[in-house]
């Protein structure tokens, strides 16, 4: 089994910034991928940004992010983060973190979700 835990949710202000961080604990023999999604209330989960490992490393954004967050990844640590700056009311949501990971060298991949971390940003 494998654990994501989430931390550096909060309430900010707009244009303020927050960082996101994501450990990912357990049965890891390689992540494949790892990254963030978010919920508005009354909204469909959207990815928001995500890193993938394929031979070398790719990062995906949300269009309406692009310029503003940015993901990055320790290996070592098993941990992801998302710096986020200038943030803007629409940014308020429950950030979840998201993997796909090999349990080991001859496993199928799984996908795993964290509990979510609640971003608000008001004035």
């Known amino acids: 089994q494998v654990q994501l835990v989430e931390s550096g949710g909060g309430l900010v202000q707009p244009g303020g910034s927050l960082r996101l961080s994501c450990a990912a604990s357990?049965?890891?023999?390689?992540?494949?991928?790892m990254g963030w999604y978010r919920q508005a209330p009354g909204n469909q989960r959207e990815l928001v940004a995500i890193?993938?490992?394929?031979?070398?490393?790719?990062?995906n954004y949300a269009d309406s992010v692009k310029g503003r967050f940015t993901i990055s990844r320790d290996n070592a640590k098993k941990t992801v983060y998302l710096q986020m700056n200038s943030l803007k009311p629409e940014d308020t949501g429950v950030y979840y973190c998201?993997?796909?990971?090999?349990?080991?060298?001859?496993?199928?991949?799984?996908?795993?979700w964290g509990q979510g971390t609640q971003v608000t940003v008001s004035s």
């Open positions: 998201y993997a796909i990971v090999r349990p080991g060298p001859t496993q199928p991949t799984y996908q795993y």
């Open positions: 357990g049965s890891i023999f390689s992540i494949i991928s």
């Open positions: 890193t993938i490992s394929n031979g070398g490393s790719t990062t």
